[in-house]
């Protein structure tokens, strides 16, 4: 039974608080034992999920993403915190609401939040910044999504830029203990490599502070996406599948070697699709993304 059939008016649903709405999708969403155990065994055996950015199907900060990723075959979406006035707008709890259902009524998850408005208004040097990174953290407490990709690009690049580089470390210094409290991850995505990485999170000395890995910009940076995967390990908690070159397998990323990497430091996490090139259009290009990535990544492809 569909949840609009289940839940009998809009007051009723206006009248929850957030956290009674998330029990009451966990409730109507639940799985029945046989589907339940259908999907246990399946679990089992997956190598990775997938999803999308939502701005790569076209549906920035849009809770239309999960129903244009459910059509698509997709698990989940990578979903943009954009900012309105001061805040983020995800802070409303209203919409969020409309996020949960959204989500739940596609029955598409939220893999992970990003916040790429910091591209443009940096954590290095902009105090903005900092202020929506802790609003964001609150906001994926609350909506329990456990990752929130932090870029550097842009004017956010740190590549040659150490001054830049320690303001940012000691922004992440101040809002690792609350990330650390909420169970939240600050995921860092940049041009740079994986020792440079390491220094940062190093630095930063939390555990809140991992590495969202992107395959596409670690090959146009020169870097051995194989190796750096290996040298950073369990601190990646999250994977971009990119190509700039051409749809996956038709293009230059040897995803069969990324898979191996992946393997060796038992990556089980997800695998989100971000659009490099899209030839054939948005929708037939993701489809054709992840159909080469479900052949390469699917235990019966072994």
């Not at 390491?198 to 502070?209: D, F």
């Not at 890995?213 to 051995?224: F, I, R, S, W």
């Not at 191996?260 to 929708?283: H, Q």
């Amino acid at each position: 039974m569909k949840i609009s059939s289940r839940i009998k008016s809009a007051r009723i649903i206006g009248s929850l608080t957030l956290g009674a709405l998330c029990l009451l999708i966990l409730v109507l969403t639940w799985p029945t034992a046989a589907t339940a155990a259908a999907q246990a065994a399946q679990a089992k055996q997956a190598e990775v999920r997938f999803g999308v950015c939502d701005w790569t199907i076209g549906k920035t900060g849009d809770w239309g993403a999960f129903a244009l990723a459910h059509k698509l075959g997709l698990q989940g979406v990578q979903v943009s915190l954009n900012p309105a006035d001061d805040s983020l707008a995800l802070a409303s709890l209203e919409l969020q609401k409309n996020f949960f259902l959204a989500a739940a009524g596609s029955r598409v998850a939220i893999c992970s939040f990003a916040i790429g408005e910091l591209n443009n208004v940096p954590l290095k040097s902009d105090p903005r910044a900092e202020k929506w990174l802790g609003q964001a953290i609150d906001i994926a407490s609350s909506m329990q999504v456990r990752r929130i990709l932090v870029p550097f690009f842009g004017k956010g690049d740190l590549r040659k830029d150490p001054r830049g580089t320690e303001a940012v470390i000691a922004c992440l210094k101040r809002l690792a203990p609350q990330a650390e409290k909420k169970g939240v991850i600050l995921a860092l995505e940049s041009w740079l490599s994986a020792e440079d990485n390491l220094k940062i999170i190093n630095a930063v000395g939390s555990k809140a502070v991992r590495v969202y890995y992107d395959v596409g910009n670690a090959q146009k940076e020169g870097h051995d996406i194989g190796r750096e995967i290996r040298l950073l390990g369990r601190l990646i908690c999250e994977i971009h599948a990119k190509d700039y070159s051409g749809l996956y397998g038709k293009g230059s990323i040897d995803f069969v070697a990324v898979k191996r990497a992946m393997d060796a430091i038992g990556y089980r996490g997800w695998l989100v699709i971000e659009g490099g090139v899209l030839p054939l259009g948005t929708e037939k290009s993701i489809a054709a993304d992840l159909a080469y990535l479900t052949s390469v990544f699917s235990p019966a492809s072994q």
